[in-house]
Nanobody, 123 residues
């Protein structure tokens, strides 16, 4: 079993910054892709939007709406991924979810989501 826990959400004024963290723990053999998604309030899970993704090799990709403002990084020694969010806008308000794709010690592959952390950006 693998658990994923996000932290770092909160309330910030427009133009401000926040840093989200996501730590994976459990029976992990190796972690491949780590990503951040967000789900705007009132939207369904199927409407969850990919914000940023980072592969095991460090390749990153971002949604157009956050390019130049958000930075994803990972610390493989801590099985942790970060999302540095700068120049926040009210439209960034959402619940942010972390997704981890990994291989367990049993050698089975799995995808695990965290419980989400709320980011609220005020005018």
């Amino acid at each position: 079993q693998v658990q994923v826990v996000e932290s770092g959400g909160g309330l910030v004024q427009a133009g401000g910054s926040l840093r989200l963290s996501c730590a994976a723990s459990g029976s992990i053999f190796s972690i491949h892709t780590m990503a951040w998604y967000r789900q705007a309030l009132g939207k369904q899970r199927e409407q969850r939007e990919m914000v940023a993704i980072i592969t095991g090799g460090g390749t990153t990709n971002y949604a157009d709406s956050v390019k130049g403002r958000f930075t994803i990084s990972r610390d493989n020694t801590k099985n942790t991924v970060y999302l540095q969010m700068n120049s926040l806008k009210p439209e960034d308000t959402a619940v942010y979810y972390c997704k981890v794709v990994a291989t367990a010690t049993s050698r089975s592959q799995f995808e695990t989501w965290g419980q989400g952390t709320l980011v609220t950006v005020s005018e």
